[in-house]
T-cell receptor, first 114, second 115 residues
Framework: DGGITQSPKYLFRKEGQNVTLSCEQN?????MYWYRQDPGQGLRLIYY???????QKGDIAEGYSVSREKKESFPLTVTSAQKNPTAFYLC?????????????FGQGTRLTVV | GQQVMQIPQYQHVQEGEDFTTYCNSS?????IQWYKQRPGGHPVFLIQ?????EVKKQKRLTFQFGEAKKNSSLHITATQTTDVGTYFC???????????????FGQGTILTVHP
């Protein structure tokens, strides 16, 4: 069953701890994306990767880090430097890094920092 | 930051009324996409527009791309309760530098439909 999987669905962390969100896809897509969504807000781009071993900062990269060691995986680390990390995080992928294909989203991870 | 403005931010309608959301860019776009996110869900792709002046229809939904490829709209005729959700435009919007491969979303329009 092809798709994009984010885990866990809900995540709780103490303030000051780093946390890594998982995103895996078996769609053989080149491009992958991480977005942050706050209640009633739009999607803001954190990082994106068009190919393995390469990634670019999005509009709100500060306090986040990513890696793209495998085509299937694009984990996002929320560091303690992120001042307001509580949010809904969405991962997406698409086949064409030239930007003319639809994006497929995972179910999202809701991160709560206490 | 983003160079795209999506309006309105919220829209409340009675079932059966029409609904329109607009997406405006300060720069010419190579393409624009539209997504729908149901409450508690994730965005789902609806359509992509590429050509200047393009109009596409999906049942009660009509999508338009402006002649200058700087704006787009989504119109829903005779809304139903199943239309509830947030509608986003998306594209290679960029505040500067290369936008190659980038996929940025508008702020979204939250639609509520009263039965």
């Amino acid at each position: 069953d092809g798709g994009i999987t984010q885990s866990p669905k809900y995540l709780f962390r103490k303030e000051g701890q780093n946390v890594t969100l998982s995103c895996e896809q078996n769609l053989n897509h080149d491009a992958m994306y991480w977005y942050r969504q706050d209640p009633g807000q739009g999607l803001r781009l954190i990082y994106y990767s068009q190919i393995v071993n390469d990634f670019q900062k999005g509009d709100i990269a500060e306090g986040y880090s990513v890696s793209r060691e495998k085509k299937e995986s694009f984990p996002l680390t929320v560091t303690s430097a992120q001042k307001n990390p509580t949010a809904f995080y969405l991962c997406a992928s698409r086949t064409d890094r030239a930007a003319n294909t639809e994006a497929f989203f995972g179910q999202g991870t809701r991160l709560t920092v206490v | 930051g983003q160079q795209v403005m999506q309006i309105p931010q919220y829209q409340h309608v009675q079932e059966g009324e029409d609904f329109t959301t607009y997406c405006n860019s300060s720069t010419t776009l190579s393409n624009i996409q539209w997504y729908k996110q149901r409450p508690g869900g994730h965005p789902v792709f609806l359509i992509q527009l590429v050509k200047s002046g393009e109009v596409k229809k999906q049942k009660r939904l009509t999508f338009q791309f402006g002649e200058a490829k700087k704006n787009s709209s989504l119109h829903i005729t005779a809304t139903q309760t199943t239309d509830v959700g947030t509608y986003f435009c998306a594209g290679p919007f960029s505040a500067g530098g290369t936008s190659y491969g980038k996929l940025t979303f508008g702020q979204g329009t939250i639609l509520t439909v009263h039965p």
